[in-house]
């Protein structure tokens, strides 16, 4: 089971609308495959035409012996399924926060899911707490839309930094860029800047398109309405360069006196 999480501090960046159509594209291609939504707005569960309802709501999922099954909803994608976020979902910090462990029970929970499905896609909220924190833990990789900007590339930065200074491992940062506006100088400068430095962006990038902006009027994943659009084209082609993703090594670290 491999794990990727949308997330990025600033909203409207495109982080639920690729969470959508990256599980869809995996799902599609016979990969049992789970959304969960960990963000109270519940735009994943809603783009998936599902009820922004979570049976027992975010304390019940929880709970050390909640099975996941029961709260695990199908859609009317083949393959594809949902832990939907319901308003509940905004005490998420709290709830986690009266765990021993705070920052490990995602990926506790994830462990029992690890059987059941291929791939898992969590879209997070734009929020730096605990629920975040346990996302880092335990996610293998986490995409993070950028729109082309200093200020996106600033935030990423800091996003580096608070990586590094929690002894989180870096190598999980995926950053690529969405809603580029080719016609406009300063994504275009941005993007070509951003590649000089030699830092890590993929390939692949969204651009600013009415196909994807519909999603939400048709609350479908792109590709299940325009299937040929510029829009599901771009979405095809970053699951592609994502799907060759190999789960890193733990990185090897200098052994403890103790150890040694
Ligand atoms: N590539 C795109 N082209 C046009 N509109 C987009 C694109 N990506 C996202 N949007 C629109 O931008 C808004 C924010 O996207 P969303 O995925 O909800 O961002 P986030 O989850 O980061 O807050 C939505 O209205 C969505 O339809
Ligand atoms: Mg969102």
């Given at each position: 089971m491999k794990t990727f999480a949308l997330y990025n501090l600033k909203g409207g960046v495109g982080?639920?609308?690729?969470?959508?159509?990256?599980?869809?594209?995996?799902?599609?291609?016979?990969h049992r495959t789970l959304v969960w939504d960990i963000d109270p707005q519940g735009g994943a569960t809603y783009l998936l035409g599902k009820k922004t309802k979570l049976k027992g709501g975010i304390h019940k999922l929880l709970q050390p012996n909640t099975k996941l099954p029961r709260i695990i909803k199908p859609t009317i994608y083949d393959n594809t399924y949902v832990i939907p976020s319901d308003i509940s979902t905004r005490e998420l910090d709290v709830v986690l926060n009266e765990f021993k462990r705070p920052n490990h029970?995602?990926?506790?929970?994830?462990?029992?899911a690890k059987r059941d499905f291929n791939y898992v896609f969590i879209d997070c909220p734009p929020s730096l707490g605990t629920a975040i924190e346990n996302v880092f833990h335990a996610a293998d990789f986490i995409l993070v839309?950028?729109?082309?900007?200093?200020?996106?590339?600033?935030?990423?930065?800091?996003?580096?930094?608070?990586?590094?200074?929690?002894?989180?491992?870096?190598?999980?940062?995926?950053?690529?860029?969405?809603?580029?506006?080719e016609r406009k100088r300063i994504h275009k400068d941005t993007i070509k800047q951003f590649r000089k430095d030699k830092r890590k962006v993929l390939r692949s990038s969204i651009p600013y398109a009415a196909s994807v902006e519909r999603m939400s009027q048709e609350r479908a994943p792109i590709h299940a309405f325009a299937p040929k659009s510029k829009g599901a084209f771009a979405y095809r082609n970053l699951w592609q360069e994502l799907k060759w993703f190999r789960k890193l090594k733990p990185l090897w670290q200098f052994p403890t006196q103790e150890a040694s």
């Open positions: 982080k639920t609308t690729t969470c959508v159509n990256l599980a869809y594209l995996a799902a599609s291609e016979g029970r995602f990926k506790k929970l994830l462990k029992g839309p950028m729109i082309p900007s200093r200020l996106s590339e600033h935030a990423y930065g800091r996003l580096c930094d608070f990586f590094e200074s929690q002894g989180y491992d870096s190598r999980k940062l995926v950053p690529f860029f969405t809603l580029v506006d």
